[in-house]
C-alpha cells in the first residue's frame, strides 16, 4: 500500500503536509521495540529466577509462595506497557524503533502527542493485539485510509513519516550570524516538559525575529531582543534582568535553534 500525504490545518490556520507511515515501516519499528523489551524481559526473568533459587530450594516455577510470581508478572507488565507510553510521551512520540525507522506519533491537529493520548492510545494496544500477534491492529492499520489502528482511532493520533527541516546551500544571513557568535542548539538544554510549553505561535514570533535580526538597527533590535525575551524567557526559567543585550541575543539564538528543529518543516 502506498504510503500517503495527509494535509493538516492547525488552529492557527496554517496547512501542514504529513506522510503517513504505513504498515510496513510501523511494523518494523514495532520488530526492533519487541526485540528491545524482549531482552529486557528475559533479563527480568533472569534476575528473579536467581533470586528465587536463593530463597527457596523449589524450582522457580513450582515454589508454593505465587506472591513473587505475581509481582513479576505486574512487573513485566508495567515494562512493556510503560515502554510505548512513556517513550511516545517523553520523546516526541518516539520509541526507540520508530526514531530508528523515523516516523513518530503525533495529534490529528499537528501538534505533539498529550499524556492522556499517549495513556489511550497505549491502553488500547492490549485490545489492538486481539487475538493474537497483533491481528486486529494489523488488519485495521492495513485497510484504514490513515493507517490508523483502534488505539489511534480512539486517541485522536496518527503515525507520520519524520520531516526534516530544509537544508539550504547557502547559509542565510541568521546562520551566519549565529555561526560567527559559536552558538550551538546544545548550548540551552530544553527538557521535554518546557518545549511543550512552547506553540506555533512562539516559533512565529521566533522566526520573524531571526529573519529581520541582521537587518534591524542597532537600537531597534535592541527593544525587539528585550521584548522577546520577556515573552519567552519565562517559559525557560531565565530572567531577562540583569543580562546585556549580547546575553540576550545569545540565548534567544539558542532558543531559535531549538524551536526551529521542532517546527520548521519541509513541505
Request: no cysteine; charged share 20%.
Amino acid at each position: 500500500m502506498n504510503q500517503e500525504q495527509m494535509e493538516i490545518k492547525t488552529p492557527e490556520y496554517v496547512s501542514i503536509q504529513f506522510q503517513v507511515a504505513g504498515l510496513g515501516s510501523r511494523a518494523a519499528a514495532f520488530i526492533i521495540d519487541q526485540i528491545l523489551l524482549n531482552i529486557v524481559n528475559l533479563l527480568v526473568l533472569i534476575v528473579v529466577w536467581l533470586i528465587m533459587e536463593g530463597m527457596s530450594p523449589l524450582p522457580f516455577f513450582f515454589f508454593e509462595d505465587t506472591l513473587p510470581l505475581a509481582i513479576t508478572i505486574i512487573v513485566l507488565f508495567i515494562i512493556n506497557w510503560g515502554y510505548f507510553f512513556a517513550f511516545e510521551f517523553f520523546s516526541g512520540g518516539r520509541t526507540i524503533g520508530k526514531k530508528l525507522i523515523g516516523i513518530r506519533v503525533i495529534q490529528e491537529n499537528g501538534h505533539s502527542i498529550t499524556l492522556l493520548s499517549s495513556f489511550i492510545r497505549n491502553l488500547m494496544r492490549m485490545i489492538d493485539t486481539l487475538p493474537t500477534a497483533y491481528f486486529l491492529g494489523i488488519i485495521m492499520v492495513f485497510f484504514h485510509s490513515k493507517h490508523k489502528r483502534l488505539g489511534d482511532l480512539v486517541a485522536g493520533t496518527i503515525v507520520v513519516h519524520e520531516r526534516k527541516a530544509k537544508r539550504k546551500k547557502r547559509l542565510t544571513p541568521i546562520e551566519k550570524e549565529i555561526a560567527s557568535r559559536g552558538i550551538l542548539k546544545d548550548d540551552l538544554i530544553i527538557d521535554e516538559w518546557t518545549f511543550k510549553a512552547f506553540t506555533e505561535k512562539d516559533w512565529k514570533l521566533m522566526n520573524t525575529y531571526a529573519g529581520r535580526f541582521t537587518q534591524l538597527p542597532l537600537v531597534e533590535k535592541n527593544q525587539l531582543t528585550r521584548q522577546i525575551a520577556e515573552i519567552l524567557f519565562p517559559k525557560i526559567g531565565q530572567n531577562v534582568l540583569g543580562k546585556s543585550e549580547q546575553e540576550l541575543e545569545d540565548t534567544l539564538l539558542v532558543l531559535y535553534l531549538n524551536l526551529r528543529e521542532e517546527w520548521e518543516f519541509e513541505i
